[in-house]
T-cell receptor, first 114, second 113 residues
Framework: AQSVTQLGSHVSVSEGALVLLRCNYS??????LFWYVQYPNQGLQLLLK??????LVKGINGFEAEFKKSETSFHLTKPSAHMSDAAEYFC????????????FGTGTKLQVIP | GAVVSQHPSRVICKSGTSVKIECRSL??????MFWYRQFPKQSLMLMAT?????????EQGVEKDKFLINHASLTLSTLTVTSAHPEDSSFYIC?????????FGSGTRLTVV
């Protein structure tokens, strides 16, 4: 069984401030981990993914995440928030290898304050 | 990159009618596609796994006779909500595995009146 826990359903940051969205995972096998962003009434867009290569993963729009096995975490960060980053962010996990189903966290809505 | 097209983006239907949602992989072949449902302010819940040329695998609690899934080709999966009721109103999203990652469609907002 696999699961992800996103701490904080809502996060507010000031424009230009650091963005930190937390995600902890549980998986019985080496996981694949993902961060997706969803804008209102739209599908999900992949920000980045971890597939057992480098532990620090860089994604689109200046986001990055670090896989920490000892902490079972995969937190998403961005050094400087932009107004356009306001959206909902989902952490997700799947079993490594093959066409495995993806399990999503409950999401974190990011608000950027001007 | 991998592109998944989902159609329609919005649909309003009367209670008791059926609605078909299409999910197409435009530039890759997808033997497996997934259908999700998202309630307001909630996460995505996997409904079923659609397998090309075979029956879909439904998650526990999902009525297979109500949510009919057909995956007749390597680029097309359809979800038909049969005898729709207002409680079926939701945001439905498909995804397909392509280029080692999951690509999502843009979603379908279904409103049953």
């Amino acid at each position: 069984a696999q699961s992800v826990t996103q701490l904080g359903s809502h996060v507010s940051v000031s424009e230009g401030a650091l963005v930190l969205l937390r995600c902890n995972y549980s998986s019985s096998v080496p996981p694949y981990l993902f961060w997706y962003v969803q804008y209102p009434n739209q599908g999900l867009q992949l920000l980045l993914k971890y597939t057992s290569a480098a532990t620090l993963v860089k994604g689109i729009n200046g986001f990055e995440a670090e896989f920490k096995k000892s902490e079972t975490s995969f937190h998403l960060t961005k050094p400087s928030a932009h107004m356009s980053d306001a959206a909902e962010y989902f952490c997700a996990v799947s079993d490594s290898g093959g066409y495995q189903k993806v399990t999503f966290g409950t999401g974190t809505k990011l608000q950027v304050i001007p | 990159g991998a592109v998944v097209s989902q159609h329609p983006s919005r649909v309003i239907c009367k209670s008791g009618t059926s609605v078909k949602i299409e999910c197409r992989s435009l530039d890759f072949q997808a033997t497996t596609m997934f259908w999700y449902r998202q309630f307001p302010k909630q996460s995505l819940m996997l409904m079923a796994t659609s397998n090309e040329g075979s029956k879909a695998t439904y998650e526990q609690g999902v009525e297979k006779d109500k949510f009919l899934i057909n995956h007749a080709s390597l680029t097309l999966s359809t979800l038909t909500v049969t005898s729709a009721h207002p409680e079926d109103s939701s945001f439905y999203i498909c995804s397909a595995m392509g280029q080692s990652t999951y690509t999502f469609g843009s979603g379908t907002r279904l409103t049953v009146v």
